[in-house]
């Protein structure tokens, strides 16, 4: 018989920002754990707008545009709605990096041509190459500062004149990381998820790789590479890159725990 509260009596960290996090936190509660919300990072503006904002008046240009993330999705839609346009160009195809970021999308009345079965960013450029076509189209990539250049790369290596502005970045949040690292030192937390590199990144460069007793769980391979090259140790790792995912990674995590003890 499945277990009711299976995480009854962990407290785990979530360091999502707060307006992304609901779901895991109330994953993690449906589970019996106790959610820390320590925000380590907080979505911003790029210094400059302006190259998002003149991609998006010359928008009937592209061919596709390409989404990794659902941050990316709210940010470029903002800066659509705040232009007298007519929206979204109806022959513009889209692509998707994964589930959320797809949901995002058609909670705005679209649903992307593409959407690959693995949410990561080699993926979708394959996922792309396969569709075809892309030798001398214009794709447009809203995405955020810092984002890694494989797919950019890879799609230009295809032959496409991709087009890359920056619609957000991920800047720390020092409210959250000091809470972290307080109930961290204050032995109050058995794990920490993270759920992007940036999430591993600024906390890392400001409160350092010391964790204590806190095993770490990654929703990803790419969030997980960054935490190991940052120096810490990945006790669990999301096979399927989403919330659904990492919750699955934890359970099975302390499943083994109870197993091995």
Known sequence: ???????????????????????????????GAEPLS?????????????PLRG???????????????????ERF???????????????????????????????????PEVVPEEYVAEAVADALV???GLAGRRLLLPRAAGARRVLPE???????????VIA???KPEPEGIARLQAAIE?????????TAASTVRHFVETAGTDLGKARVAAIGPITARAARTAGLRVDAEALEYTVEGLLQAILEYYSGLQERG
């Open 1 to 31: 018989m499945i277990e009711v509260h299976p995480l009854e009596g962990r407290r785990i960290a979530v360091t999502r920002p707060l307006a992304q996090a609901r779901r895991l936190v109330e994953g993690l509660r449906q589970l």
């Open 38 to 50: 320590c925000p380590t990072i907080r979505i911003a503006d790029p210094p400059d707008q302006a």
């Open 55 to 73: 991609a998006i008046e010359r928008l009937d240009e592209y061919d596709w545009v390409v989404f990794t993330s659902a941050n990316g999705v």
């Open 77 to 111: 839609w903002r800066e659509l709605e705040s232009q007298s346009g007519p929206g979204f160009p109806a022959e513009t195809r889209l692509a998707a990096i994964g589930p959320a970021t797809a949901e995002a999308l058609k909670m705005r009345g679209l649903s």
């Open 130 to 132: 396969a569709v075809g």
């Open 154 to 164: 890879r799609l230009t290596a295809a032959g496409a004149h991709v087009d890359e």
């Open 168 to 170: 957000y970045e991920s």
């Open 186 to 194: 204050a032995d109050e937390v058995d794990m920490v998820t993270f």
